[in-house]
């Protein structure tokens, strides 16, 4: 019996290392350009061949261009992750530009799969994140240009322009494809909706008040 059960625990320790040495955190070739065309499905996206690859794979064009701000918000982020740029796959990096009007802000949202490091590079930017429950205190500075500020992966951010001109802001990400979700999106314009019931209790609001600004969005 202990013989059986000794080389149960040997077993055991075999088939534990063989998963460990089988994860490999470490990139295993120069680089992965995505193809979004290959019906491969992977945790992201299937490697074009990289007898394919040119430049073009790694390259874009326009971050010295201002984004439209006229719209609810006062801003406008222009991406560059591996939608943009096919050769960021697997990279774990990303960027965007954002351009606030005077007052505009970048409404509260999150990165569920990355951190963000967000440098102001002309004008004066409010930013603030919340820590997670039960504490949710707020931590916020007043930006000014060649400031920054980081967002830690996951937690509710946002910006406002805090000034009478406009702002401009670069924001490095820890992913190749970051993700973002918006609050008030998620919560009152998800499809199919949330029932106005449920928002009102969680928002404690009248349920007239959950179904007026469901109908915002």
């Known amino acids: 019996m202990a013989k059986q059960y000794f080389l149960l625990l040997n ?3 075999v088939t534990f290392c063989c998963v460990v040495l089988a ?43 201002a984004g439209n701000t006229s719209n609810t918000f006062g801003s406008k982020v222009t991406p560059v992750n591996v939608a943009q740029v096919p050769g960021l796959n697997t990279l774990g990096i990303s960027l ?11 409404p509260p949202h ?11 590079l002309e004008g004066s930017l409010q930013v603030g994140f919340v820590i997670s429950d ?5 931590i916020t500075k007043v930006l000014k240009k060649g400031d920054t500020f980081v967002f830690p992966i996951g937690l509710v951010h946002y910006q406002r322009n805090v000034g009478y001109g406009n702002v401009v802001a670069i924001g490095a990400l820890s992913s190749q494809n970051p993700g973002v979700i918006s609050i008030a999106n998620a ?7 949330i029932e106005t ?16 600004i469901q109908s915002k969005f």
């Open 11 to 13: 077993l055991i320790a």
């Open 23 to 65: 994860f490999e955190p470490s990139p295993l070739q120069d680089f992965c350009v995505a193809d979004p065309a290959s019906p491969v499905k992977v945790n992201g996206l299937a490697c074009k061949d990289p007898k394919s690859v040119e430049a073009e794979d790694f390259f874009f064009c326009g971050l010295h261009l």
């Open 96 to 106: 965007v530009r954002i351009d606030y009007a005077p007052w505009g802000i970048n």
């Open 110 to 120: 999150t990165h569920p799969r990355a951190t963000e490091i967000l440098t102001v």
């Open 134 to 138: 039960p504490e949710n205190r707020l």
């Open 187 to 193: 919560v009152f314009g998800s499809e199919p909706a």
């Open 197 to 212: 019931d449920v928002l009102a209790k969680a928002f404690q609001v009248d349920k007239s008040v959950a179904t007026l």
